[in-house]
């Protein structure tokens, strides 16, 4: 029994680990190193099997070329995957939606190409004609399903560990003479890539 275990095992890793091919669609999860932000980040989120993911974007496909749209530095764009994956020097994850929502995607990347060039909400803040990059993901994906298809969540800035303000993120919105947006709804990359309207086939370098 134990080596049908083993088998079993290494038979599912060699799946997980064989070449993929991006498709339209596709979400790119990234841990990225943006120093303390990007800590605060990973502390109170949690991604698909514990992992922490800062940054996410939705892969688009021209002219057998490969680009991602995100929102990120100053706008919503888009970018070739090869400068993408210079954000992270750790593997991404590949999220691609489960079957019975591919029908979605057409309409979800017409939406995310209508954005380019809205700018970056630095504010974090859900609904203010501004896009952080999961944002930028939930509002396409809510577009084309006429209602919402990822969740939203309460946000929180607080040390699980203290229940205090991170002191980065009460610097941050102190710079942008605006309160903390704690308990408002949001999202993030670690709650999309937890989603079960989606499956992580694997990563990409």
Same mark, same amino acid.
């Given at each position: 029994?134990?080596?049908?275990?083993?088998?079993?095992?290494?038979?599912?890793?060699?799946?997980?680990?064989?070449?993929?091919?991006?498709?339209?669609?596709?979400?790119?999860?990234?841990?990225?190193?943006?120093?303390?932000?990007?800590?605060?980040?990973?502390?109170?989120?949690?991604?698909?099997?514990?992992?922490?993911?800062?940054?996410?974007?939705?892969?688009?496909?021209?002219?057998?070329?490969?680009?991602?749209?995100? $929102?990120?530095?100053?706008?919503?764009?888009?970018? +070739?995957?090869?400068?993408?994956?210079? @954000?992270?020097?750790? /593997?991404? *994850?590949?999220g691609r939606l489960?079957?019975?929502?591919?029908?979605?995607?057409?309409?979800?990347? $017409?939406?995310?190409?209508?954005?380019?060039?809205? +700018?970056?909400?630095?504010?974090?803040? @859900?609904?203010?004609? /501004?896009? *952080?990059?999961?944002?930028?993901?939930?509002?396409?994906?809510?577009?084309?399903?006429?209602?919402?298809?990822?969740?939203?969540?309460?946000?929180?800035?607080?040390?699980?560990?203290?229940?205090?303000?991170?002191?980065?993120?009460?610097?941050?919105?102190?710079?942008?003479?605006?309160?903390?947006?704690?308990?408002?709804?949001?999202?993030?990359?670690g709650g999309i890539?937890?989603?079960?309207?989606?499956?992580?086939?694997?990563?990409?370098?």
């Amino acid at each position: 029994m134990k080596k049908l275990l083993t088998l079993l095992l290494f038979v599912s890793l060699a799946g997980f680990s064989q070449k993929l091919t991006l498709k339209s669609g596709d979400l790119l999860f990234q841990s990225m190193n943006c120093g303390p932000l990007c800590e605060a980040i990973n502390e109170v989120t949690s991604g698909y099997q514990g992992r922490d993911f800062s940054h996410l974007g939705l892969v688009y496909l021209k002219n057998d070329s490969i680009y991602v749209i995100e $929102a990120a530095g100053t706008e919503v764009k888009i970018t +070739p995957f090869e400068t993408f994956k210079t @954000y992270t020097t750790e /593997k991404m *994850y590949v999220g691609r939606l489960k079957r019975k929502y591919r029908a979605l995607i057409p309409e979800a990347i $017409a939406f995310a190409l209508q954005q380019i060039g809205v +700018p970056y909400d630095e504010e974090y803040v @859900y609904n203010n004609g /501004k896009y *952080y990059c999961s944002e930028l993901l939930y509002d396409a994906f809510l577009h084309a399903n006429k209602k919402p298809f990822f969740e939203l969540f309460p946000m929180t800035f607080k040390s699980p560990k203290s229940n205090e303000f991170f002191e980065v993120w009460a610097e941050y919105y102190k710079k942008l003479h605006m309160e903390i947006p704690e308990g408002k709804p949001g999202c993030n990359p670690g709650g999309i890539s937890t989603s079960a309207k989606l499956k992580i086939i694997g990563t990409v370098n």
